[in-house]
Each structure stands twice: as structure tokens, then as C-alpha cells.
């Protein structure tokens, strides 16, 4: 996992959403999404809503990525 997609999940923890996050990096909507995908894959995160694409998904930090963070600031 690259360093960009750990700063992903820092901000979707702090309830960031899609835009905001890609405002705080510099990325355009679309382009943070890309970074998404391993986060989900892995168990990371999930979404509001698992049917599709949309601006209205919401992401979550799980309990494995929370627990991800924890060990990676201690």
C-alpha cells in the first residue's frame, strides 16, 4: 500500500467526503477515486451504497482499517 492511499484513509476517518478529500490533496473527484478500490478490496473501508457509482457514496473506515491506522501511529 502507497503512502497516498494510508493519507486516504486518515481523511476518510475524520468523515472527509470524496470532495473534500480530493480538495485536501490536490486530486480532481475522479482521480481520488482510484484510490478507493484497494481501500475496499482489502476490507479497509465500505460505501453507503455498494450498488454503484455515485457522488453520493459515502465512505467508512472499518474496524481493520481503524485498526490499521493505530498500528501505523504507534
Known sequence: ???IHLKV???????MSTREISET???SDRSIRKY????LKRGLTDNSNPYGE???V??????????????VSS
Open 1 to 3: 500500500m502507497r503512502p
Open 9 to 15: 484513509l486518515e481523511l476518510i476517518a475524520k468523515g
Open 25 to 27: 490533496l490536490g486530486i
Open 36 to 39: 478507493y478500490i484497494p481501500l
Open 54 to 56: 455515485s457522488f453520493l
Open 58 to 71: 459515502r465512505h467508512r473506515i472499518t474496524e481493520k482499517g481503524k485498526e490499521l491506522l493505530n498500528g
